[in-house]
């Protein structure tokens, strides 16, 4: 199993094999699931009370020694549901700090997936209302394909049409069927580049589709309005 969403919304790798280890167990005391995960001691009992804290698993009393339960796992996303809502009661102030500061970055640098999806937010939420990429590779599907829908379903609905630059080996996903808003052309079949470039309002997005993909983003109002330059002379030269 994939455990990695689990790190993710915050679960570290102790509280990972506890949990895990209890699910298969139903109902078992601490010495069941230090034997089960291969945890210290010391750790487990740790373990074990965050995740009641977190309210992912529950206890009750065999005599006078305590047992523990497994909650069920759709428990979990009413723990992400509450994290949204306590973050979203603190997120204007945040953005009220970002707006208020001195210094504005000019570029930024991502690294992973995750990393690149958080790129690509940045470019969704930077105005405009034309969304031009060219240079989209196979390896970008590394991202899903239903977050690459979801992307541009939320892309059309702010009215911002995209006109879609993609390599020969794109051609099979069919994007122009599956993304509302768009129009997609096709490079000629041959050498296809990792790099894709994305380019909306005044920033830039430029990313390297490798193993572990690197994004750059730029903020740049004359380097956007030369990208995009370069982007309309590729645009005609482009095949349907």
Known sequence: MDTKILEDIGLTNAEIKVYLALL????????QL??????QSSVVHNTINNLINKGFISFSLKGKKR????GNPENILNYID???KQFQEILPELLSKQKSSKEKPVSATFEGIRGIKELLFELLEAGGKEHHTFGSAKESLML???FWVSYHKKRAEKGIKAELIFNESLRFWKAE???????????KEGFEPLTE????NDKIGIIIWTEKPIGVLIHNKAAA???DQFFETMWKLAKK
Request: no cysteine; glycine share 12%; hydrophobic share 25%.
């Open 34 to 39: 230090i034997e089960k995960s291969g945890l």
């Open 225 to 227: 309005e030369s990208y």
């Open 24 to 31: 298969e167990l139903g109902v078992a005391g601490a010495g």
């Open 177 to 187: 069927k599956k993304y509302p808003k768009s129009e997609v052309r096709y490079t």
């Open 197 to 200: 470039t994305i380019i909306r």
């Open 144 to 146: 899903g394909d239903a």
């Open 82 to 84: 509450d994290k949204k």
């Open 67 to 70: 047992v523990y339960h497994s």
